[in-house]
């Protein structure tokens, strides 16, 4: 029984449904209702065989009545006490779906919460009902160094004159300030100057990753719930839960929240009245979202901004080569986009931390740790203070090794070793998971004596475990190491406890991966020790030395971050790098903390090479059961598109298909081809035309898994 044909004038409505992906299905689905229904307006309605969430689009030439002997199926119910979403959401939508190459109704469904999705209109309802699902604990603020009222913190002259700039100009804002220079506070009040312009004014405020939210959120919530009460200050991150996430979202939505706080995901929060957004860490390559619509959460937030006339700050100790060009003043030649704001100075004229490079090849053989570094740690340990140290590689040791016949821990999967994990004893792929106990003797040729090779996080700790075990810290008890990594904090809430140990000083040591690098505000780290190997250094991925310089700056980051503190200790902050390659020209930058020399440096290699910022790139991956097939499916799709001579197509350089560096994982083989051209447009044109002949390419393709595109992609 389809109410539609009993109705004698329906109203015709286009609907974005979340259609499988590459379907073939276009992407907005006619539907009916007796009654016409608002734009932005949330519906169920039948896909198939089943029922589906839904979002009423704008239909500009559909009529509104259907047409003679056509029957579409009826809309089966509006979601209750939900308003649409409104034109600008639809629109950021509308231009993501386009630019990143995806369908309109993916990219509509995949923004919202999974519980919209999941509930029936009775459960629904009863959660707009029920009060909030209760939160965790966020840290006090103020255990942190004491966030206070407004009133009570003196801006520096810095963040004073930024504050000013930020609030007589229309921006886009590149805020290029040190490590410790007080960005959080020039945030904290660009919010407040936003939302005290108007009662329905919201501001987003996106942060790297998950676990900087609690202390960012502590701060928020110390300085805004006093002036907009308890529930002024949400959050939106995929470390929530279901319930947790549509509370937050629900309450952007009806305005309610006057700020979200969230990672990457939190660009598509519904936003009535957004005023500002605040891309903190903007360089950081999690705005890039990996999987589905292959978004960069910042740029959205430059397009989100403009579209809606808001202001956008994105902030930086290291930013992206791409926001440092776009904010070269017009004055010196440069493009001027976003205009620049410089706070070079740390708060309380706090030392940026000195850099201490080791030769390892002035080393004793096999040292983990150069004894200059032990000796620094075990000074600063018997003085109090605590020392960061940082592998961004967990696990034992990466790899086993027999040397009587030289096997590996292989993955059989993939092209890459099993790690050694020495605390359970496993053999574990990082990349498909595939897990096996160590075995007792070599598997190629029985010797028992298979050896690491290399090392991780779990060998660190172990290794300083027995370096300091008779360092005595002034409150007279054994010096600890403790280690944070994706290992130690699979369980909800491991992380945020075991960070606060570190606050609250029961850890003298911290091991740790790249998580606990970013951003963290620790107030007694005086040294940071980065013992990486040097593979960054050579990658053939032109982004990595921008990468490995933005890490480093942002470890040393994480030293010496509280004047007063350090007024009161001998020790100066300090980075260490061990390093087989000292006289590497990155260091050099790196001592003086010179971001603009390196970022000039690498600019004029980048506009010699052509390549972004001066050229636009785009990546399509393929994954096959072979390799020959992966590679075979995009030539054929390029020989396509030339014989199409596709619009744009005389400005896009198409480059053969290659092997992935990890070429096979979990059995598949994995494949890309970049296509780069000087003009942004003509590659977006190029990519839409496209986008058929893939499509028709695909099925000619045995043993073709799965494609698609990436544009604007990170790792290369
Ligand atoms: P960034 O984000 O630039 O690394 P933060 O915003 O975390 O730096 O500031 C570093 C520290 O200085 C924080 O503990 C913060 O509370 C403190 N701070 C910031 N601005 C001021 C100020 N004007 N007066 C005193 N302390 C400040
Ligand atoms: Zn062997
Ligand atoms: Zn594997």
Redesign the pocket.
């Known amino acids: 029984m389809n109410p539609a044909l009993d109705a004698p004038a329906a109203h015709l409505v286009q609907v974005a449904v979340s259609t499988p992906a590459h379907s073939a299905v276009g992407d907005l689905l006619s539907y009916a209702n007796p009654l016409p229904l608002a734009p932005g307006t949330l519906v169920r309605v039948p896909l198939g065989t089943r029922e589906v969430l839904g979002v009423v689009w704008d239909a500009a030439d559909a009529g509104p009545t259907l047409p003679p002997g056509m029957a579409p199926r009826a809309i089966a119910g509006v979601l209750p006490g939900i308003a649409p979403l409104d034109a600008a959401w639809r629109r950021l939508v509308a231009f993501t779906a386009r630019y990143y190459q995806r369908a309109l109704g993916e990219v509509a469904l995949a923004a919202l919460p999974p519980q919209l999705r999941e509930l029936t209109a009775e459960q629904l309802a009863r959660r707009l009902r029920r009060p909030a699902p209760a939160l965790p604990p966020l840290p006090q603020a103020g255990e942190?160094?004491?966030?206070a009222a407004v009133g009570d913190?003196?801006?520096?002259a810095d963040?004073e004159s930024v504050t000013a700039q930020i609030n007589a100009h229309p921006g886009p804002f590149l805020l290029f300030?040190?490590?410790?220079?007080?960005?959080?506070?020039?945030?904290l009040r660009s919010v407040q100057q936003a939302l005290a312009a108007s009662p329905t004014a919201q501001a987003l405020v996106m942060v790297p990753e998950i676990n900087l939210t609690p202390q960012l959120e502590a701060?928020f919530r110390a300085r805004f719930a006093p002036l907009y009460g308890e529930g002024a200050v949400v959050s939106l991150h995929s470390g929530m839960t279901n319930p947790q996430r549509l509370k937050s979202w629900l309450a952007a939505h009806s305005g309610q929240a006057r700020i979200v706080l969230g990672t990457r995901m939190a660009i598509f929060a519904s936003l009535p009245g957004l005023a500002l957004i605040v891309v903190?860490e903007e360089h950081d390559a999690s705005y890039k979202q990996q999987e589905g619509a292959r978004y960069s959460a910042r740029d959205l937030a430059l397009w989100r901004g403009r579209d809606r006339g808001a202001r956008v700050i994105l902030?930086s100790?290291t930013p992206s080569l791409e926001s440092w060009h776009a904010s070269s003043p017009a004055s010196e030649g440069g493009p001027g986009r976003y205009q620049r704001l410089e706070?070079p100075g740390?708060?309380?004229a706090a030392e940026l931390p000195r850099l201490r490079l080791i030769d390892m090849g002035q080393q004793p053989r096999g040292a983990v740790f150069a004894p200059p570094l032990v000796a620094a740690i075990t000074e600063r340990v018997e003085r109090g203070e605590q020392c960061l140290v940082l592998l961004n590689r967990r696990g034992f040791a990466p790899v086993l090794h027999c040397h009587a016949c030289g096997w590996k821990s292989d993955c059989p999967h993939c092209s890459a070793h099993q790690v050694f994990h020495k605390i359970d004893r496993t053999l574990r792929c990082h990349h498909c998971g595939a897990a096996q106990r160590v075995p007792r003797a070599c598997p190629g040729c029985g010797n028992p004596d298979i050896a690491p090779v290399g090392r991780g996080t779990e060998q660190l700790e172990e290794q300083l475990q027995q370096l300091l075990r008779n360092v005595i810290t002034p409150e007279r008890r054994a010096a600890r190491v403790a280690r944070i990594d994706a290992d130690t904090t699979k369980a909800k809430g491991a992380l945020e406890e075991q960070l606060a140990q570190v606050h609250a000083g029961a850890v003298d040591v911290l091991v740790g991966t790249q998580m606990v690098a970013k951003?963290h505000?620790f107030?007694r780290i005086t040294l940071v020790a980065a013992v990486q190997p040097d593979g960054a250094l050579f990658s053939s991925d032109f982004r990595a030395p921008e990468r490995l310089f933005a890490r480093r700056m942002q470890a040393a980051?994480r030293a010496g971050?509280?004047a007063h503190y350090l007024a009161t200790q001998q020790s100066r902050p300090e980075l260490w790098l061990q390093t087989w390659h000292p006289e590497h020209a990155i260091f050099a930058a790196l001592r003086r903390h010179d971001y603009p020399a390196f970022a000039a440096g690498q600019l004029t290699e980048r506009r010699e090479a052509g390549m972004p910022p001066f050229a636009h790139q785009a990546l399509v991956r393929a994954d096959a059961r072979t390799q020959e097939v992966a590679q075979a499916f995009m030539q054929a799709a390029a020989e396509a598109a030339r014989a199409a001579q596709l619009p744009g197509s005389d400005q896009v350089f198409l480059f053969p298909p290659v092997p992935l560096a990890v070429q096979r994982v979990a059995n598949v083989e994995r494949a890309q081809m970049l296509l780069e051209s000087p003009n942004r447009g003509a590659l977006q044109r190029f990519l839409a035309a496209w986008q058929p002949l893939l499509h028709a390419e695909r099925s000619r393709h045995k043993g073709l898994v799965r494609w698609l595109v990436d544009v604007d992609p990170q790792g290369i």
């Open positions: 942190d160094g004491g966030d913190i003196k801006l520096s963040q300030g040190s490590t410790g220079s007080g960005k959080t506070e020039v945030y701060r903190d902030g100790a706070m740390r708060i309380g951003g505000d107030r980051g971050r509280d």
